[in-house]
């Protein structure tokens, strides 16, 4: 076993952290992606594979990144949380930690989302216990602690299960209540959602949800995707608006990031051509959110950010973001990387000792070397 430090304990890197960026202050129209998929595998079973880097996202030019999107939380009725497959403190996700904090110096706004398709977080025994049963403190301790330790500005609440209407609302309260007013909540519901009430995966009204808790929600990204909704035109978004008396300012256009994610890839310029005309209607949408970073078109796997470059272009084209990374921080993002392969690595190997193959097995050092050039970051 390898007992490295995770990012919190790095004491070279986070007195690095203290040399802050050029960062704005703009926030609509935001561009927001999702980074769910941590790896390039290439043995998964045994923890073996590369950490996918997000910081391309603030150091290739012609980037206008608001938010990251860290996902997904799942919180479990044996008292445990998780982060996709694995506790959110494993060493699998070292580097991911360290990564978050460059981010924030950039301006970035990095959140995180429990829910998804996973089903289990707002079920009856989690986050959607009945009034006053321990559970639902238990659920949320969980969860609460979570933000505190890798320091999330804020939340995605993305229930696609069914929920009740308290049960959303007093997860929303509570938040707002323990992380105070600069804390971000949002939802992510199918587009459908916010056009008929009672068509979406997550039980309850999103329409009595912003009368009773809308001042504590910051936004809404609707998914026009897989069915749910389509952006191939601007119909469906401008009948939120002008039907529904939705804030296009606090509606976010929610896109697969290539047709490999999910059923309903709008081509750039089509989504163009529907951005545009949004904006020339309502002056402003709140923006454009990507499911999800790691594979995302043009660029697929070798270069998603590439995404993130074409949306910049289509919605905020002006507004870049500049990060100042130090050569301290590169050097602590080096360590941080090899202690990912390293740790995460010895775990699996430590857990399996005498089991097969597994016995007697060796880390495997071509992946020890990051495959994202830190140091040429370096720019202070």
């Not at 998780?82 to 950039?106: G, I, R, S």
Request: include cysteine; glycine fraction near 8%.
């Amino acid at each position: 076993m390898h007992p490295f430090p995770s990012f919190s304990t790095s004491a070279s890197f986070t007195s690095a952290l203290l040399l802050t960026s050029i960062a704005s202050t703009y926030e609509v129209p935001r561009l927001i992606i999702y980074f769910q998929t941590t790896h390039n595998w290439t043995n998964k079973e045994k923890n073996v594979g590369a950490p996918i880097s997000m910081l391309p996202l603030i150091t290739q030019q012609r980037i206008a990144l608001t938010h990251l999107i860290v996902c997904s939380f799942h919180v479990n009725a044996n008292n445990t949380i998780y982060l996709n497959d694995y506790p959110p403190e494993h060493p699998l996700f070292w580097t991911l930690w360290n990564e978050t904090q460059v981010m924030k110096t950039a301006g970035v706004k990095v959140m995180g989302m429990v829910g998804g398709a996973a089903r289990g977080s707002f079920e009856d025994d989690t986050l959607d216990a009945p009034p006053g049963s321990i559970l639902f403190e238990r659920s949320y301790a969980l969860l609460a602690n979570t933000i505190y330790r890798y320091g999330l500005q804020g939340m995605d609440l993305d229930v696609e299960q069914p929920m009740s209407q308290y049960g959303i609302s007093r997860l929303i309260r509570r938040l707002r209540a323990d992380f105070g007013p600069e804390f971000i909540i949002t939802l992510s519901p199918v587009a459908r959602a916010l056009l008929i009430s009672s068509s979406n995966l997550s039980g309850f009204s999103y329409f009595l949800l912003d009368q009773s808790d809308g001042k504590d929600i910051a936004f809404y990204m609707a998914q026009f995707y897989n069915g749910w909704g389509n952006l191939f035109d601007p119909a469906q978004y401008s009948a939120m608006i002008d039907n529904y008396d939705w804030d296009p300012r606090r509606i976010v256009a929610g896109q697969v990031t290539t047709k490999e994610n999910g059923f309903g890839w709008v081509p750039f310029e089509t989504l163009k051509a529907t951005i545009r005309a949004l904006q020339a209607r309502y002056g402003q949408i709140g923006g454009i959110m990507g499911w999800e970073y790691f594979n995302g078109s043009p660029g697929g796997s070798d270069e998603p950010w590439r995404w993130a470059q074409e949306m910049t272009a289509i919605l905020r084209p002006e507004l870049w973001r500049n990060v100042v990374l130090t050569k301290d921080m590169a050097a602590g993002l080096v360590k941080a990387w090899r202690n990912t392969v390293v740790g995460s690595q010895s775990l699996f190997l430590n857990a399996n000792l005498g089991n097969g193959e597994a016995a007697g097995g060796v880390i495997d050092e071509s992946l020890l070397t990051p495959n994202v050039d830190y140091m040429a970051m370096v720019n202070a």
